[in-house]
């Protein structure tokens, strides 16, 4: 059952990573359109647009970039809901279904993200940690199988 799991989740993986290529595919062909430019420099364009270079200041590795942090999503939505709009008005569905989906995934992904992260931070943390401090604190263990005692000698 894992290794079907395994080939699901990969297979899922695999399916987002189509969807978002296809979709990168559509919004050069409509920023192209509207530029009147070729797909190449429009591709170029939007990749300096977005491009990060590291930087390191003050012993520090960062990025540095043309767009910043905070402007990024919306920028990038505002690009797949223009070529949504594009392909909407031509008729054509399918780039339509490709370009929502690749919208949600990327609303999706940050919630998940934090999601996740705090659902692991909780995990470890309660799991490890404060069970490693409950039994530091009050000197017994947690589990109720493992017999704790304690040995004194008398003096005579």
Sequence with gaps: MPKLAIAFVVLLLVALA???VYAGYLVVGVVSDYLG???FLASLFLGIMFVRLPLVRQGKLSTVGVLPKAARLPIVMALLSMAMLSYFYRS???PVLCLFLAAALLLACRW?????AHRM???FSK?????????SAD????D???IDAEFREKKD
């Excluded at 998940?112 to 996740?116: A, D, R």
């Excluded at 799991?127 to 039994?135: L, Y």
Aim: net charge positive; glycine share 10%.
């Design 18 to 20: 189509g969807v978002s």
């Design 37 to 39: 430019i070729g797909r």
């Design 92 to 94: 054509e569905m399918v």
């Design 112 to 116: 998940m993200k934090l999601t996740l």
């Design 121 to 123: 931070s909780s995990f």
């Design 127 to 135: 799991s490890v940690f404060e069970s490693a401090r409950s039994r």
């Design 139 to 142: 000197g017994r263990n947690a």
């Design 144 to 146: 109720p199988s493992i």
